[in-house]
């Protein structure tokens, strides 16, 4: 990244700057410091106390150098909704982790990216600002380099980032929508699973879950959802909390022979982008799986339903289906 020494920039020193124009933290600071290359003018290192003058070249490198030898590059396939220089945006099919662990070494979506950018010469480091189960269908946010991936989680960390989510519950709710302000912790049996807990619980993790009712029938609810908090299954253990799991989720309610998996989709993302500052929403489109249950349990109002949500909440519907 370049910046030309002008206007209000000239007699600023460099650190004020990288705070206040380009909005790094300390420690992104602190690490370019160190960093070959990762702070010049007019192409040679300087220090932050540096102060330029009209016509200064500001180079500062926030781009990886090279990819994460932690990753193997994969051939999988993976759509792409949005790409820039920043950020990437796939929606991952269910049945596909998000990074690799302990049983996935190779069949996740960090792969997946790993293996697009060596084909293209892109050196590449997995930075997800969010993360899905497995078995979660939709969209994912990934930095693709260390300012974005800071900047991005800043909005995340202030409530910035709205993340929407279609999901398919067991049971008919008698309600339009609400809030679950539920705290949760990890169950003492397990390392996984997750429960609702009272709030003074020494492991308590604050959660909140916003959710609209779109649709009941055939024993049924339809929700949009909006995670508040961004704790591990949370809409899943809140849900399964109010006595409505989600259909087909086989470890906080009841596997189903309708679908092969929970019946969960992240669906819609909008946040601001990180460098430019332009309003970004984005939706996935729904996987088959989830399709086919939606016609199933509610044949005749899902259109209508999800067009009349999306003109109420201004958010996108048309790629829904």
Do not use: W
Not at 85 to 108: I, Y
Not at 224 to 245: C, D, K, N
Not at 276 to 285: G, I, N, V
Request: proline share 7%; charged share 20%.
């Amino acid at each position: 990244m370049q910046i030309i020494a002008e206007g209000a920039l000239v007699g600023m020193c460099v650190r004020d700057v990288l705070k206040k124009h380009l909005s790094l933290s300390t420690k992104m600071m602190k690490y370019l410091k160190y960093e070959n290359n990762g702070i010049e003018v007019n192409g040679k290192h300087c220090t932050v106390r540096y102060v330029l003058c009209k016509g200064d070249v500001l180079t500062v490198s926030t781009q990886d150098r090279e990819s994460s030898p932690a990753v193997e590059a994969v051939d999988l396939p993976l759509d792409i909704l949005y790409e820039d220089d920043e950020l990437v945006v796939p929606a991952k099919g269910a049945n596909m982790p998000t990074h690799p662990s302990h049983d996935h070494h190779s069949d996740t979506v960090a792969n997946a990216l790993a293996y697009r950018y060596l084909k293209s010469g892109t050196p590449f480091v997995f930075r997800p600002i969010n993360r899905l189960d497995r078995n979660t269908s939709g969209l994912l946010l990934i930095a693709r380099n260390k300012r974005t991936a800071a900047l991005l989680t800043r909005q995340l960390q202030s409530g910035n980032i709205r993340k929407t989510y279609l999901a398919v519950l067991d049971g008919e709710m008698e309600t339009e929508g609400g809030i679950i302000d539920a705290c949760l912790h990890r169950t003492p049996e397990s390392i996984i699973v997750r429960e609702v807990c009272p709030p003074d619980a020494p492991d308590a993790a604050p959660a909140r879950t916003e959710y609209t009712v779109l649709s009941t029938g055939n024993g049924h609810t339809l929700v949009l959802a909006h995670p508040i908090t961004g704790r591990t299954h949370q809409l899943r253990v809140h849900f399964s909390h109010l006595g409505y799991p989600i259909t087909g989720d086989n470890l906080y309610g009841t596997p189903s022979h309708h679908i092969g998996r929970h019946a969960l989709h992240a669906y819609a993302l909008s946040f601001s982008h990180p460098i430019s500052a332009s309003p970004m929403q984005l939706c996935a489109p729904l996987p088959q799986d989830m399709q086919d249950l939606i016609a199933l349990f509610f044949p005749n109002s899902l259109m209508e339903v999800l067009n009349e949500h999306s003109r109420e909440k201004e958010a996108p519907s048309s790629s829904l289906l």
